[in-house]
């Protein structure tokens, strides 16, 4: 597993269905089709998501990877460093931890206040807004001493949303943090642009010009968010909680062997 594979959503995938009922069509990561014990197995290796697709005659269910590790390859990351450099003067001799937005947001489309809104059947907004603090406290009632999930909460279809003023904290909050590690260089690159850049300049947010990055770290079904890019092309996909330790390259390749014997065992019969 040393190089990413690019695919095109199912491209690869040939199959003949007569049933007039939808049929369960188990797919693999690498958009095999594969049976359903096999599929159930690989599950089981904690490795994977399942993403549905669904058409007339079937439903597809495919494995896609929590987490991923690889290597993009000399040429590739020489491609990177020099479209890079050139572009944005960014360092090519440290670590890039990358965060990728595939949007940045309108910003009059903001709430003036962050916070939790429930939505109902139709993803309209059904009640009152709380913030995220009353939000966690509502998660859980008390009843004497005993704490209880509060499940009537915690299944209600909801979303987070947040305001501007907030939203242009993040970046430079994610810089502190990563300040003091050494030979690491925090980017955020983005897709498109709904007009956040034009009040707020400061954050140094990167274009994803022809979409290099975008194509390179997906599944053919959708981009990854979190990537870590070593000098040498080696790279982790959604660091899973990991970031810190996986940005020193010896905890990194000790990580990359457990992810590699983990999907060897789960492929095996």
């Excluded at 990413?4 to 040939?14: D, K, M, P, R, V």
């Excluded at 188990?26 to 594969?34: A, F, L, R, S, T």
């Excluded at 005993?146 to 009537?152: M, P, R, S």
């Excluded at 980017?187 to 990167?206: C, E, Q, T």
Aim: hydrophobic share 35%; glycine share 4%; proline share 2%.
């Amino acid at each position: 597993m040393k190089k990413i594979f690019f695919f095109t959503l199912f491209a690869s995938i040939s199959f003949q269905l007569y049933s007039q009922e939808k049929e369960r069509v188990y797919v693999d990561e690498n958009y095999q089709k594969i049976d359903f014990q096999k599929f159930t197995k690989k599950l089981q290796s904690n490795l994977f998501y399942v993403a549905k697709v669904e058409n007339d005659t079937a439903l597809f269910k495919k494995l896609r990877f929590k987490q991923y590790f690889g290597n993009i390859g000399l040429k590739k990351k020489y491609q990177l460093n020099k479209l890079f450099y050139k572009r944005y003067q960014i360092d090519t001799t440290k670590t890039w931890l990358i965060h990728y937005l595939d949007s940045l947001p309108d910003i009059a489309k903001m709430p003036v206040e962050s916070g939790v809104i429930f939505l109902d059947s139709m993803g309209n907004q059904d009640g009152k807004m709380l913030s995220e603090t009353q939000y966690k406290n509502s998660l859980v009632r008390k009843s004497g001493n005993a704490i209880y999930l509060n499940t009537q909460i915690n299944n209600k279809r909801h979303m987070h949303i947040i305001s501007f003023s907030d939203y242009k904290k993040i970046i430079p909050n994610e810089k502190r943090k990563y300040k003091k590690v050494k030979d690491v260089d925090l980017l955020h690159f983005y897709n498109y642009d709904k007009g956040y850049l034009k009040n707020d300049i400061n954050n140094n947010l990167y274009k994803d010009h022809n979409l290099i990055l975008k194509r390179t770290f997906t599944d053919g079904m959708r981009m990854y968010n979190t990537i870590i890019l070593f000098a040498n092309g080696d790279f982790c996909l959604n660091p899973n909680g990991k970031v810190k330790k996986l940005l020193k390259p010896v905890k990194f390749k000790k990580e990359e062997k457990k992810w590699i014997k983990k999907l060897k065992n789960s492929s095996n019969p």
